[in-house]
């Protein structure tokens, strides 16, 4: 049996989840010279993309590649960043601890959660294997590449604000309209206004030739030949260590449909519990790379700030505490 490792030193900050919100925090903290601790489990949400975009001067750079260069700059400015998946936070007298799924405990005055969502996409054959490659969610991060393709969107709850954002990108766009979610008969006369095809039959496989889509197989036996294709996926927030804490979710509703869940924060990511925060796509689901880099660091200059309070309170006299 062994025992659990446990780090002594206090960080001020712990970072659950290291992403581009967690890392660009963990750099704003480190140059406000803020100790930091950073755990992260490696598994990246768009981990299967090659490419990220809409990055200023970091265009069609690998999620991955991204998120190497900000571990390097993290540790630059002093990061601790430990391997691992953390599993529970309990709260202390001097602030936060958390324990990882190897039984290793780390200690901070604040906690910062940043560890996204999950994305659950619908249950077709071959579906899943392409996803992030030409099985596709956002234009703005993907539909450059897919310019003037042959583009088939799968329906859901957005299928006609989907079908307009796509149509922009190229003339050929087929909406599937069998799920449970039909368009309104307004969406329909919009799509059709402009040239969308609508195809009422049900998808029954993803069809696949040399690595990549070319149509898709109906149930009445009939192809349609495609290059790409479109989802919108349920959003379920990673919160398990945030549930922990007492903090749940709250439903996201678009067009009175539940779309998935996230974590409720002010404009900063302060949560309902003292000392707590969040960023990323763990509190905001519809944020691209670089607007979960920005929220991260306006969370850590947030929690700069509340730790500053603190400092002066200590200084003064008063005893340290987490604010109520």
């Not at 490419?51 to 690998?62: F, I, K, Q």
């Not at 956002?138 to 604000?161: K, L, N």
């Not at 197989?217 to 007492?246: E, Y």
């Amino acid at each position: 049996m062994t025992s659990k490792t446990v780090h002594h030193t206090q960080a001020d900050v712990i970072i659950v989840g290291g992403g581009v919100a967690g890392l660009s925090a963990a750099v704003a903290l480190g140059r406000s010279r803020r100790s930091v601790v950073l755990v992260d489990a490696g598994d990246p949400r768009n981990a299967p993309a090659a490419h990220s975009h809409n990055y200023l001067t970091r265009d069609g750079e690998s999620p991955l590649e991204l998120i190497r260069l900000g571990r390097d700059e993290a540790r630059h400015y002093g990061a601790n960043i430990i391997e691992g998946t953390a599993q529970s936070a309990t709260r202390t007298e001097s602030g936060f601890e958390v324990t990882s799924a190897d039984g290793s405990v780390v200690r901070g005055r604040r906690l910062l959660v940043t560890t996204g969502l999950t994305d659950v996409i619908p249950d077709i054959p071959g579906l899943a294997d392409r996803w992030g490659r030409d099985v596709l969610h956002c234009p703005y991060c993907h539909g450059w590449e897919v310019r003037d393709q042959a583009i088939g969107i799968i329906g859901g709850a957005m299928s006609g604000h989907q079908a307009q954002m796509w149509r922009q990108l190229t003339e050929n766009v087929t909406v599937f309209t069998y799920t449970a979610t039909e368009p309104s008969p307004d969406e329909l006369t919009r799509m059709r206004a402009r040239g969308i095809a609508i195809v009422e039959e049900e998808i029954t496989r993803v069809d696949v030739e040399n690595d990549a889509i070319v149509g898709v197989t109906l149930a009445n036996g009939r192809q349609v030949r495609l290059d790409a294709l479109v989802v919108g996926p349920n959003f379920t927030s990673r919160s398990d260590i945030l549930a922990s804490l007492g903090i749940g979710t709250t439903e996201m509703v678009m067009n009175d449909h539940v779309l998935g869940t996230y974590i409720e924060a002010d404009p900063v990511g302060a949560t309902s519990v003292p000392g707590v925060w969040v960023a990323g796509n763990v509190s905001a689901p519809m944020d691209t790379v670089v607007a979960a880099a920005a929220a991260g660091v306006k969370a850590g200059a947030a929690i700069n700030g509340d730790l500053i309070e603190e400092d002066v309170r200590v200084a003064v006299g008063l005893p340290a505490r987490l604010p109520k």
